[in-house]
């Protein structure tokens, strides 16, 4: 069983910066596609970015540019770095790990992202 646990949300004004961490137990993180969704309310959660373990990145379109997304296989630990936040990012933030041939998923708690103008 694979934990993952999110960090670093919080309250940010407009065109600020945050970085978003996610720590996984268990030893075997390099062989997951790692990704982060966010959530909105009254949205159906969405992709942000994903990576994977191959090391291919993909982000969604309303990204522009403006968030990176990372990994470090030996810390078990996957980041977003967020910068010239809009009002519009507002959301809940999650990880996740995936396994690209057994569909095996795990999701983080989530972590609030809240911009304001």
């Known amino acids: 069983q694979v934990r993952l646990v999110e960090s670093g949300g919080g309250l940010v004004q407009a065109g600020g910066s945050l970085r978003l961490s996610c720590v996984a137990s268990g030893p075997t993180f390099s062989i997951y596609d790692i990704g982060w969704y966010r959530q909105a309310p009254g949205k159906q959660r969405e992709l942000v970015a994903q990576?994977?373990?191959?090391?291919?990145?993909n982000y969604a379109d309303f990204v522009e540019g403006r968030f990176t997304i990372s990994r470090d296989n030996a810390k078990n630990m996957m980041y977003l770095q967020m910068n010239s936040l809009k009002p519009d990012d507002t959301a809940v933030y999650y990880c996740r790990l995936s396994h690209s041939w057994t569909g095996t998923t795990y999701w983080g708690q989530g972590t609030q992202v809240t911009v304001s103008s």
């Open positions: 990576v994977t373990r191959g090391g291919s990145t």
